[in-house]
């Protein structure tokens, strides 16, 4: 068994998947948010996924990575309302799930902006 994120699986099980978040530059302007507190909100809210997921039981899920709440200024936004979400890779392996990706086993930790 590898150690990944805080969950145990087969080394086979765990397959190389990448999520691009690309910001909605037009939202963002409309709410007066720069592209330097877009990326360090979403990199904060990824970091905080990442240790929710670390706490999860095989029986919990993480909700779907398109409803992580991305705070700026005070302002708790969907994340899919600030960027555009692109899951690439093996999403094929993940089955049902894709492309919401809620499980720990499925977290991302590689994020490019």
């Given at each position: 068994?590898?150690?990944?994120?805080?969950?145990?699986?087969?080394?086979?099980?765990?397959?190389?998947?990448?999520?691009?978040?690309?910001?909605?530059?037009?939202?963002?302007?409309?709410?007066?948010?720069?592209?330097?507190?877009?990326?360090?909100?979403?990199?904060?809210?990824?970091?905080?996924?990442?240790?929710?997921?670390?706490?999860?039981?095989?029986?919990?899920?993480?909700?779907?990575?398109?409803?992580?709440?991305?705070?700026?200024?005070g302002?708790?936004?969907?994340?899919?309302?600030?960027?555009?979400?692109?899951?690439?890779?093996?999403?094929?392996?993940?089955?049902?799930?894709?492309?919401?990706?809620?499980?720990?086993?499925?977290?991302?930790?590689?994020?490019?902006f």
């Amino acid at each position: 068994m590898a150690k990944n994120s805080g969950c145990f699986m087969d080394d086979e099980a765990f397959q190389e998947i990448e999520l691009r978040i690309d910001p909605r530059v037009n939202r963002l302007e409309e709410l007066g948010i720069s592209l330097g507190e877009f990326e360090a909100a979403v990199s904060k809210a990824m970091d905080e996924r990442v240790d929710a997921a670390e706490k999860l039981s095989e029986q919990e899920e993480l909700p779907p990575i398109e409803e992580v709440e991305v705070e700026i200024r005070g302002m708790r936004l969907p994340l899919e309302d600030i960027a555009e979400i692109r899951i690439s890779g093996d999403v094929a392996d993940l089955g049902a799930n894709a492309p919401r990706l809620n499980s720990s086993d499925q977290l991302l930790e590689s994020i490019s902006f």
